[in-house]
């Protein structure tokens, strides 16, 4: 199935031209005309590294972090400075763990805050270790509405097969009851050995009594470089456990926001559904109309070209337009809806003339439903989706992920 992603992408840009990310990027970041702007900051530190975790991080040490945020309020600079202000939907802060310096995020924010307008909420990621009294008012003050708290799993046993030391969720509801936030979402790990519905749903019940109003459920996924050595659940089994817990959290109340994550009123935590964004930091991706950059994941070169007055962009794809639209209708059906006027105000090109076929087969297959030009994913379209996004992960982002993390900055990368 290792063809999957190459034959989707042929197919859907209508070429066989893959993905040519090459080094570097123009100097100075074009986003003045976007029209939904995100902003991301990511902080790749961490009091302990998980064997799982694919993400860029490092382990905190004070000096080193200290550093970081000089270097990351210099790249806003470098990044906004002489442009007109402009308006970002929502930032997210991600990592690593962010929460490890949150008495440094207000100023972060406040930097932000001098270029651009933040009008939409501001989220970060926060480890359970991270969730006491004195952070969550230190980020409360600092303007953040939204946390997303790593639990992995409430359950011993899971914790165990994760390397996650255990902790007490009676100390974590103690926190939130005494901070409030907007969104307080819990991601969960599944799909471990051994893992049942029953386990899900205790682990979402206990989330719920600690004060979470928004989980996310992730597939343990096993990148080439991880090597946590947990083996895999098969499909079947995974279909099964994620069909039966979405039915139940759905006779539990929560909404289907994205394909991993499920909320209960106006509770909302994604980074990653957004047209364009701006991202900082080291690992940190920047979408636009017409490209994506992603920054050099090695700390020591962000340093050293931030040290320089230079961007530290890694590699930059600039896309066809066709690709374009493959990249928006992947991360918008992500959240399970797809706008026909919201293609056609960004393409320019309504959707059934762009993809007719293709959503005429994705409602046979029984994926979408469709009512007046918004088109649904259903549970089994989710899980298709869920079984594709697999084969993207290995194709894409592993391959990705795994030469930046060996070259600060290659030559090219053809995906
Ligand atoms: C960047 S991590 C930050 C969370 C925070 N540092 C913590 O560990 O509590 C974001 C989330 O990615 C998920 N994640 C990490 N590695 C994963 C993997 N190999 N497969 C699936 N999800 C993963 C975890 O649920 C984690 O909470
Ligand atoms: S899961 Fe969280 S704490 Fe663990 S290494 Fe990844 S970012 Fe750090």
Known sequence: MDFLPDLTRTVLTRSPRPFLFLRGGERRLAYEDEENLGLYVHIPFCRKICAFCPYCKTLYQREEAEAYVRDLLREIELTASGKPKKRATSLYFGGGSPALLAERVGEIVGKLREHFEITGGIGI??????????TLRLLKDAGVTRLSIGVQSFGKKFQRILGRPPFDPRAMKKALDAVKFETVSMDFIFALPGQTAHDLLRDVRIAEWVGANHVALYPLIDFSFTGNGIPAMPNGRKRRLLRETAARL??????????????????????MTRESFLGFGVSAVSLLRKSFRINTFSLAAYRERIKRGALPTALTLRFTERQRMVYWLFWTAYGMEVREKDFERFFGVP????????????????YVTEKDGVWRMTDRGAFAYHLYEKHYTYAYIDKMWNLLRREAYPEKIVL
Request: proline share 2%; charged share 35%; net charge positive.
């Open 125 to 134: 990621e926060l480890h359970p270790d991270d969730v006491k009294e004195e």
């Open 250 to 271: 759905a006779s539990r109340g929560f909404r289907r926001t994205t394909i991993w994550t499920f909320a209960k009123g106006d509770a909302a935590y994604s980074s």
């Open 351 to 366: 959707l059934r003339k762009a993809y007719g076929k293709e959503l005429l087969f994705a409602k046979a297959m029984g």
